[in-house]
Each structure stands twice: as structure tokens, then as C-alpha cells.
């Protein structure tokens, strides 16, 4: 029987993985990266390319070895706990070659389009349009696997500063910053406490003569390295203590997560003190960390999600889920589900729907995702519903909003 032929979009983390599940499942896949050389986010380039993840210089996971490894090939033991974006790609280069996944990548190739077949519905297969040497060509597939990554696009909402025309300074984006030297001797403002912002504003604070870090709800502030010189994530994302999460009430969790934090340094000294405790608990019950991004819009209702507000629901797919009970209008049968939602993509806050007797569908607000290919034919409306439960999620993020702030995400 001939291997079905599975395209690739994408040779960073996840379309190295997606290249060995391929081989290890008996299929041909064949992988399309625009650049020159695999790691995705975490090659370094002094000036990238539009369309491409920008990082700085001196950027370094925030997650340890141990936890950032692919489970079927550990990271060297003389590899820091913490890797620097040279020592990723280091380390990913070893995958592909210990694996053999070189072969199987086409570099400075551009996917232009994918497309379903006329004959999709028999075939399920894809039309995939490739440019590279400036030529396009048409490929047939039976799969895509979509591993291009979503910090590509720079978030920067300038109409939300008032003057910004005025401004004769220079401001810029994460997606920019490589370098600070730069900025040696200058006044500078960071909007945003996520880890980008986090890290600009410690690495800019050496050279410049002095450093804002502009954060909207304050934040608590995680060390890498905890008890006994061991990375924090390590030590704390266990099983054990997810069971703990899950059985201690939430006051007891944040007494003591909060007194933890506070004994590195007093929050409150330093401007820094949350108005957020550590966790909260979500309309499900269970317990979630509010440290990791910026506190943006968290403290608000979504204006689409007031109790009682009509919504629709279209074809989607994300992530953040927040479950609550629906009702359809006109005393239709069935039980909808309702969840809240964000789209890893864009960050735009998503709504859905799952009906007893059909399936899941969410929509996006003003309609398609800018960053995502979807067929128009899914995004079909459903038949409205109210929600019939009281008080908004506590967790929600507006529409096209990044849960990073102004700097963006760090990519892990």
C-alpha cells in the first residue's frame, strides 16, 4: 500500500515533531520552510524577514531543560538548565540529525495556498501551492499539518496612546528589539510585565539612564531557580502537587504561593504588588494561576459575554476554556455548552457552542481569523442562545488584545 503524503508547513518545534510522528506512523512527509535553516522561533537573525518570529539576542527559555526537551530525546547533561536561543538550536539540530529529519525539509520554500481538492469529499485530499526560486508549483497531499507558529505579527495599538503623534522619541516593538545598546543613556518606558517585557526592561536597565516597567495590575514574579538551587518548574509542576491544587482550598494555595514570592522580595516595595491573588478559581471549579501573563482585561466582564447577551457560534478552533450552561431560544430541545475562549493565534476572544446532537463550533470575532486559512463554508451562524448563567468568566481577554502586552509574548 503507497504511504499517504503529508505536508508540513513549518520546520520549527512543532514541525520537526510533526516530521518524525509522520515517519514513525509509516507516511511521507515532506516539510516547506520559508527560510533558509529549521528552529523557527528560536533562530536569531539581526534583522528578520516580515512574517517571521523576531527575537533578541539574549533570549533565553524560561522553562528548564528538563521540561522544554521532546520526551524521546533528552537534552546533554552539560547543556544549562536554562538554554540559551544558540543552545536551542544547538539542541534541535541534534534532533533532526539524530532522527533524519533533514531530508525530508524543502528550505526557501513558501507555501502560497492550500486548498481542498474538487474531489475532497472522496479523496480527502489537498491542493498545496509552493513558490521557491521564484517559481510556484502545485503539490497533491493527503494531509497538511499547519506548524508555521503565531508570533509572527507585531501587536502595537498605537491609537491607544494619545499623543503618540507628538511623540518625538523612538518606540518599537519586541518583535524589533534585538540590542541595548541602543538605548544607552536614555529614558525608557517597557509597557507590559509579561516576559518579554520583563526581560527588555532588565537587560535595557544596564545601559540606559533610567527604566520605566509600565504594568497595568502588577504582577507575581517568579524566580527560575527555587529551593536548593533547583529549576522552579522542576520542583513545582509535579503530580503531586497537582493533586494538592486540586484537593486544598484556594486561600490556602495563595497563602502560601504568595508568602513564597514575597520572601524572594516584598512585591509591594517595589510598585509590583498584584491586585490579583495568585489564583482563582474558574467557572469549572479548578483552580488557576493568574501569575504567568500581564493582568489585561482579567478584572472585566467580556462586553459580549454579559449574562443574558445573544451570541452566535461558528467554526474555530482555540484554546482557554471557561464552561458554562446555555439555553437555546424558543425553548428548543438539547443542552448547549457554552465555553470562553482565546485564540493562540491572534489572542482574540472567541465564543462557542456544543450541542448535544451536533457538534462543537465557535466563532471569531469579526469574522475569520486574519491569521488563519479556514474555509468560508464553516462559518455558517447556529441558532442563538442566552446564557442563563449569572456572573462573567474571570479571566476573560477583548478582542485582539495579546496576553503579553505591548512587548509580546516570550516563546515559551
Known sequence: MTAKKIAVIGAGVSGLGAIKSCLEEGLEPTCFEKGSDIGGLWRYEETPDTGRAGIYKSLTCNTSKEMTAFSDYPVPDHFPNYMHNSKMMEYLRMYARHFGLMQHIEFLAKVCSVRKRPDFSSSGQWDVVVEADGKQQSYIFDGVMICSGHYTEKHLPLQEFAGIQKFRGRYLHSWEYKQPDSFAGKRVVVIGIGNSGADVAGEISRVAEQVFLSTRRGAWIWNRVWDDGNPM????????????????????????????????????????????????????????????????????????????????????????LWGATAKPRGGAQGTQRWSHETCATCHATLHSTTHDHGHPRTHHPGGQCPWMSQDPSCLGPLTPAVLTRTGPPSWPHSPGSSPSGAFGPSPT
Not at 482563582?280 to 482579567?298: I, N, T, V
Open 233 to 320: 518548574d522542576t520542583a513545582l509542576f509535579t503530580r503531586y502537587n497537582r493533586a494538592l491544587q486540586k484537593l486544598l482550598p484556594s486561600f490556602l494555595i495563595n497563602r502560601w504561593a504568595e508568602k513564597k514570592l514575597n520572601a524572594r522580595f516584598n512585591h509591594a516595595n517595589y510598585g509590583l504588588q498584584a491586585a490579583h491573588r495568585y489564583v482563582h478559581l474558574g467557572w469549572d471549579g479548578q483552580a488557576a494561576q493568574q501569575s504567568r501573563w500581564p493582568q489585561r482585561h482579567r478584572s472585566r466582564a467580556c462586553p459580549m459575554l454579559t449574562p443574558g447577551r445573544t451570541f452566535y457560534s461558528f467554526s474555530h478552533s482555540c484554546s482557554f
